[in-house]
């Protein structure tokens, strides 16, 4: 079956503590992106990656890293977590390109930072 | 700066009447249109997309959306409601040049029975 999956989905933890969310597609995709939902401001891009090495920053960067070592794996790392990163993080994929612009979404991990 | 308006936070309708979702965007070029629903607790999955050519566009479950360039809008619509359509509904422009994503705030849709 296509799809993304994420882990953990759920996750609570303290400031400061190091985290990796982990994001893997079995669709073969070149392009993979991180999001953050939170209330009234729906989704907003952290960071993206066109292809293996290659990645770029979103809206909102800040305080997150990634990597994209692999075609299929995309983790979104939080080196020093702080209460403001509490959120619902979603991964996706695509094929890049003028047909690939359709999303396959994980289904999310909920963060939590006390 | 590239932004997309859902300017209806929450929206009740009845079930069998009609619906339209509004979107409006800013972006500086033809941009790439979706319309993306998400129900409780789940991931985000696509309605339909429009990339060019005809402005009326169809996707699944019955959902149709209508490019109008002169007011920047794809508003979403569907001419008969099921209580399955009660759901948090996304519109999003897709940057051509930069892959970079912009989602509206969202829309939640109640359906009465």
């Known amino acids: 079956e296509a799809q993304v999956t994420q882990n953990p989905r759920y996750l609570i933890t303290v400031t400061g503590k190091k985290l990796t969310v982990t994001c893997s597609q079995n669709?073969?995709?070149?392009?993979m992106s991180w999001y953050r939902q939170d209330p009234g401001l729906g989704l907003r891009q952290i960071y993206y990656?066109?292809?293996?090495?290659?990645?770029d920053k979103g809206d909102v960067p800040e305080g997150y890293k990634v990597s994209r070592k692999e075609k299929r794996n995309f983790p979104l790392i939080l080196e020093s977590p702080s209460p403001n990163q509490t959120s619902l993080y979603f991964c996706?994929?695509?094929?890049?390109?003028?047909?690939?612009?359709?999303?396959?979404f994980g289904p999310g991990t909920r963060l939590t930072v006390t | 700066a590239q932004s997309v308006t859902q300017p209806d936070i929450h929206i009740t309708v009845s079930e069998g009447a009609s619906l339209e979702l509004r979107c409006n965007y800013s972006?500086?070029?033809?941009?790439?249109l979706f319309w993306y629903v998400q129900s409780p607790g789940q991931g985000l999955q696509l309605l339909l997309k429009?990339?060019?050519?005809?402005?009326l566009v169809q996707g699944i479950k019955g959902f149709e959306a209508e490019f109008k360039r002169s007011q920047s809008s794809f508003n979403l619509r569907k001419p008969s409601v099921h209580w399955s359509d009660a759901a948090e509904y996304f519109c999003?422009?897709?940057?051509?040049?930069?892959?970079?994503?912009?989602f509206g705030s969202g829309t939640k849709l109640n359906v009465k029975p």
């Open positions: 996706a994929s695509s094929i890049t390109g003028t047909s690939g612009y359709e999303q396959y």
């Open positions: 669709m073969n995709h070149e392009y």
């Open positions: 990656s066109m292809n293996v090495e290659v990645t």
């Open positions: 972006y500086g070029a033809t941009p790439y």
């Open positions: 429009y990339f060019s050519g005809d402005t």
């Open positions: 999003a422009v897709g940057a051509l040049n930069f892959n970079k994503f912009y």
